[in-house]
């Protein structure tokens, strides 16, 4: 059975810090781009950042590069999203997300496993 699990979300304050982890079973993540997405209320799900299976090679959307930073660690099938420097516009339910592929996408309709999600709230 295929399974993606996040943790790692919270409340924290602006400018403080997290990090959500994903941990997949059922498969292995070396043969997959690995992602994170998020969805804010009343909003649509966007791309955040996806690693390549090697960890060579990352995208992240305009707004969060420089103060996330995606890795993975295969032998652990994990994927993890650091994230500092945290704004209130960050808040979202983060999603990991898996393709199976050579080439990455920002598009959500074309990644085949996702999580359940983690609530990431900034506030203070």
């Known amino acids: 059975q295929v399974q993606l699990v996040e943790s790692g979300g919270g409340l924290v304050q602006p400018g403080g810090s997290l990090r959500l982890s994903c941990a997949a079973s059922?498969?292995?993540?070396?043969?997959?781009?690995m992602a994170w997405f998020r969805q804010a209320p009343g909003k649509e799900r966007e791309f955040v950042a996806s690693?390549?299976?090697?960890?060579?090679?990352?995208n992240y959307r305009d707004s969060v590069k420089g103060r996330f930073t995606i890795s993975r660690d295969n032998a652990k099938n994990t994927v993890y999203l650091q994230m500092n420097s945290l704004k209130p516009e960050d808040t979202a339910v983060y999603y990991c997300?898996?393709?199976?592929?050579?080439?990455?996408?920002?598009?959500?309709?074309?990644?085949?496993?996702w999580g359940q999600g983690t609530q990431v709230t900034v506030s203070s």
């Open positions: 997300a898996a393709r199976f592929g050579l080439t990455s996408s920002r598009s959500g309709d074309e990644y085949d496993y």
């Open positions: 059922g498969f292995t993540i070396s043969r997959y781009w």
């Open positions: 690693t390549i299976w090697s960890g060579g090679s990352t």
